[in-house]
Nanobody, 122 residues
Framework: QVQLQESGPGLVKPSQTLSLTCTVS??????????WNWLRQPPGEGILWMGT???????YYNTSLKSRTSISRDTSKNLFSLQLRSVTPEDTAVYYC??????????????WGKGTQVTVSS
């Protein structure tokens, strides 16, 4: 059973960098062909995909956030991380990490973390 657990500060000041970590157990982040994702859900809105780091270390970002987002990994600790720079109150959301996989022509998220609330406020 794969488990994902988000961790990081729940409160970030405007203009600072939001940093979250997703620790994975029950499966390796380097196993083919899995994709490790960050998503978020602002209050009253739908879930937005932020970016992905693939099993081979390739990264992909939502174009709307690309200039402020970095996703990295530590294979020795089996975790991956999100950095979102220059945050504003509009970045307040529940942040999720997930695993994705391809099934034929489709991509699906098969495991999720529980999510962590991050509030941007001074």
């Amino acid at each position: 059973q794969v488990q994902l657990q988000e961790s990081g500060p729940g409160l970030v000041k405007p203009s600072q960098t939001l940093s979250l970590t997703c620790t994975v157990s029950g499966g390796s982040i380097t196993s083919s062909y899995y994709y490790w994702n960050w998503l978020r859900q602002p209050p009253g809105e739908g879930i937005l995909w932020m970016g992905t780091i693939a099993y081979d270390g390739s990264t992909y970002y939502n174009t709307s956030l690309k200039s402020r987002t970095s996703i990295s990994r530590d294979t020795s600790k089996n975790l991956f991380s999100l950095q979102l720079r220059s945050v504003t109150p509009e970045d307040t959301a529940v942040y999720y990490c997930s695993r994705g996989t391809t099934s034929g022509p489709t991509f699906e998220y098969d495991y999720w973390g529980k999510g962590t609330q991050v509030t941007v406020s001074s």
